[in-house]
């Protein structure tokens, strides 16, 4: 499958970023831009999109009074992964859809790499099995400030096992998204959700405009 990309008609956009930095309403902002466009989008989410990952964000959300293993979590998110690659994500971009994923594998460096502490190597290796030479188009990384974030995620409610996690955590995620992103410039955007949704909207309007000829 290292030639994967060469079927694919479609745009894979994905959105990254800590709990509360607003991937999900910048999602449906751009699906309705892509929309009024005259585009086919398909909106889906990590881990989750299939039955099968749905059954698996269940248990990586619970929270439990037994822990999961680092290395657990990792497995289970790559494995939800493979599933969602292979029943929605490459169909809908054979088909010449543009797929805008609410997280991927960047967040496997992220959470389980930056957060957990596994290697990146470590992560590597299990992404080559999964989707080798499969990338995203465009990366986008939502920001705003921890307090900030951290606000939104309370007004919600209960929260999941990743949203009970330390300040620390995050603080290290985050830190993980921005090398990511330093690395790759070329696929990856960083945008600041603190000015009012419409703003950060047309900023990611027009990322995907420059990137994308539309």
């Known amino acids: 499958m290292a030639d994967i990309s060469q079927t694919l008609r479609g745009k894979f956009i994905t959105f990254e970023g800590t709990e509360g930095t607003g991937k999900t309403t910048q999602i449906q902002c751009l699906e309705e831009?892509?929309?009024?466009?005259?585009?086919?989008?398909?909106?889906?989410?990590?881990?989750?999109?299939t039955r099968a990952g749905e059954q698996v964000r269940t248990v990586l959300l619970e929270q439990t009074e037994v822990p999961l293993d680092a290395r657990t979590e990792l497995l289970l998110m790559f494995a939800a992964r493979a599933q969602h690659l292979a029943?929605?994500?490459?169909?809908a971009l054979r088909d010449g859809a543009w797929v805008l994923c609410d997280r991927f594998t960047d967040a496997s460096y992220a959470y389980q790499g930056?957060?957990?502490?596994?290697?990146?190597?470590?992560?590597?290796?299990?992404?080559?099995?999964?989707?080798?030479?499969?990338?995203?188009?465009?990366?986008i990384v939502l920001t705003c400030a921890l307090e900030t974030a951290m606000q939104r995620v309370s007004s919600r409610g209960k929260k999941d096992r990743f949203e009970r996690e330390s300040q620390d955590f995050f603080e290290r995620v985050h830190a993980a998204y921005l090398k990511l992103a330093g690395?790759?410039?070329?696929?990856?955007?960083?945008?600041n959700t603190e000015p009012e949704i419409e703003e950060v909207a047309s900023r990611i309007r027009q990322t995907v405009d420059s990137r994308f000829s539309l």
């Open 183 to 191: 690395r790759d410039p070329k696929r990856f955007a960083v945008i």
């Open 87 to 91: 029943e929605i994500i490459y169909p």
């Open 114 to 139: 930056g957060g957990r502490g596994i290697s990146d190597s470590d992560i590597k290796e299990i992404e080559s099995v999964v989707h080798p030479g499969f990338q995203p188009d465009l990366t």
């Open 33 to 49: 831009y892509l929309h009024s466009r005259g585009l086919n989008v398909l909106v889906t989410r990590e881990p989750g999109g």
